[in-house]
Each structure stands twice: as structure tokens, then as C-alpha cells.
């Protein structure tokens, strides 16, 4: 395969920075969470 | 803390059946797109009409299927949805449009540096530079990038409140105005780019690249409408913590204040 390099530098630094961005959600969102009451989080007393 | 602590905790946070649902289909289609973008795609090899030798992007061509999917989302539909989200908050002030439109224009940013990045290391195996000062559509992403960025930094720095959503709001409409200039600028000025015209709408492209390219978009809208999503919640998470804070703070002084007055009587 030519040009390694640029495809694992391309797709490696854009993969891996969603995926820092998804956990930085998901931590931001642990912290904020226990601070509101679950009557408030519509998701959480929806139907689904 | 482990990542699989992080999203097996995160359940009873910004998650709910059907956005676990979403991020399952969305994991599953980046997988497929790999297995197509690296080992059933051909790489980009042609033969010079006159002298036989062997042309093209080679496998460098395999950037396509990462940088336009996300070129489609962070440049446009991010900004789009962000900007009429805005346009919603300003007609109907409430925090469901404010917090729509933050959610959008920061997924969107993350896409939009990651296009110019991408864009820059598949510029250079093809196009011999890592950037272009003089090249439109460069330029204009460039400034829809910083117009992003800006909005975010407005959100920080301003105060809380209808004024901070009003300004960010502005701001955000005001970006929208670059999409159709990024989007037309190699036709206005084609002599001052390097990136080529669509091949999308023409359909100049084999029927597998072009398969695994509508792929790589239908993956990626995914994947946006799932972050958006979390980060809409987050959001509204964070908007309602601060109010319960301030609930919380009201109590506290009025108790404070009952106490006073039975200690004076």
C-alpha cells in the first residue's frame, strides 16, 4: 500500500479525536448529572 | 477512570435506548466504511495516455472516504443547523433552539479542523503541499473554522444568560453566509483553486469509490446527529444544574433568613 503514512496520520488523528471528544462528553455529562434531578432529564422519563 | 467505565456509567446520563441504538448502528457503519475504504476499494491508478506510465492518487485516494463526508458535514450541514437553530432561539427564546444551535456548532468545529487537516495531509501525497494561502475554498473554510470558534469563545466570555444566547445567535447567522461561497468558490474562481468541481452531481466517479463514498456520507451524518445529540443533552444538563443552583441558593437564604428572624424574636 502507498502512502501509509498520510492514511494512518489522516484517518488515525480524525478517529482518535472523536472518540476523545465522545469521552469528554460522556465525563462532563457523569459530573453534570448528578446535579439535576431526573424529573428535569427529559430523556430519561421519556416513553423509550 | 477506564473508557469502559466512562460509557457504562454514562447510561444514566446523556444516553437513552435509542441514542444507544443510533451509536451502535454508527459503530457498525465506521467499521464497514474502513473494511471498504482500505481492502474492497481499488487505489487511484491510471496509465498516461502518451508515455503508459502509471498515474493517479494511487492509495491516497482512500483519504476521499474520510475527508468529504466529514467536508460535507463540518463546513455545511453543522453551520446550517446551527444557524437556523439560531434563527429558531431568536423568533422563539427558549433554551431548546439555544442549546440545538451550541451542540451543532461545536460538532461542527471538530469537523471542520478535522477537514482542514485531513485536507492538508491529502493535499500534500497529491497536490506536492500541505497548504495553500492563494487557494478560495481553502481560505473560506479557513474562516468558517475561525467564525466557529469564535462563537464558542463568545459562549465562554460572555455572561449567562438571554444576552449570551442572543450574541452567539448572531454570530452563528452571520457564519451561515460563508456556506454558499465555500460552496460556489471553485466555480467564481476556478482559476485560484485546486481543489476540483463537484464529481459528486456529474457522477465522474467508478460505481464502488462512489458506493463507499455515499456510505462514508450516510455514516457520518450518523455519527453527527449522535454526537449532537449527547451534546445537546449535555447542555441541557448544564442549563438546568445552573438553575438548580440558583433554586438551591434562593432556599438556602431564605432559610437563613427564617433563622434570623426567630433568633431576633
Known amino acids: 500500500m502507498t502512502h501509509l503514512g498520510y492514511l494512518i496520520a489522516g484517518w488515525g488523528i480524525s478517529l482518535v479525536v472523536i472518540f476523545a471528544y465522545v469521552i469528554s462528553l460522556f465525563r462532563r455529562a457523569r459530573s453534570v448529572a448528578p446535579r439535576v434531578p431526573l424529573d428535569r432529564q427529559r430523556w430519561m422519563t421519556s416513553s423509550e | ?265
Open chain 2, 1 to 265: 477512570m477506564s473508557t469502559r467505565k466512562i460509557f457504562k456509567r454514562n447510561q444514566g446520563a446523556t444516553s437513552s435506548p435509542k441514542s444507544r441504538l443510533l451509536g451502535l448502528a454508527t459503530l457498525f457503519g465506521l467499521v464497514t466504511l474502513f473494511v471498504f475504504a482500505f481492502f474492497l476499494t481499488d487505489p487511484d491508478v491510471r496509465l498516461h495516455p502518451t508515455t503508459g506510465e502509471e498515474i493517479g492518487q494511487f492509495d491516497a485516494v482512500r483519504l476521499l472516504y474520510l475527508h468529504v463526508p466529514m467536508a460535507i458535514i463540518g463546513p455545511y450541514v453543522a453551520p446550517l443547523v446551527g444557524a437556523v437553530a439560531s434563527v429558531g432561539y431568536l423568533i422563539k427564546r427558549t433554551q431548546w433552539w439555544d442549546v440545538t444551535a451550541h451542540a451543532a456548532i461545536e460538532v461542527g468545529a471538530i469537523f471542520c479542523g478535522l477537514v482542514l487537516l485531513t485536507g492538508s495531509i491529502w493535499g500534500r501525497p497529491v497536490w506536492n503541499t500541505w497548504w495553500e494561502w492563494g487557494d478560495v475554498r481553502l481560505m473560506t473554510t479557513l474562516i468558517l473554522f475561525l467564525m466557529l470558534l469564535g462563537y464558542l469563545a463568545l459562549r465562554r466570555v460572555a455572561p449567562d444568560g438571554q444576552k449570551q444566547a442572543r450574541r452567539s445567535a448572531i454570530v452563528a447567522i452571520v457564519a451561515a453566509i460563508n456556506l454558499p461561497i465555500i460552496n460556489r468558490s471553485v466555480e467564481w474562481w476556478e482559476s485560484r483553486t485546486l481543489h476540483q468541481k463537484s464529481t459528486l452531481s456529474e457522477l465522474k466517479i467508478e460505481d464502488l469509490t462512489f458506493f463507499t463514498l455515499m456510505m462514508g456520507i450516510v455514516v457520518f451524518l450518523m455519527l453527527f446527529t449522535w454526537l449532537v445529540l449527547h451534546r445537546f443533552r449535555l447542555g441541557w444538563l448544564e442549563k438546568e444544574s445552573l438553575e438548580q443552583d440558583v433554586l438551591t441558593s434562593i432556599e438556602e437564604r431564605r432559610s437563613e433568613a427564617t433563622v434570623n428572624e426567630e433568633g431576633t424574636l
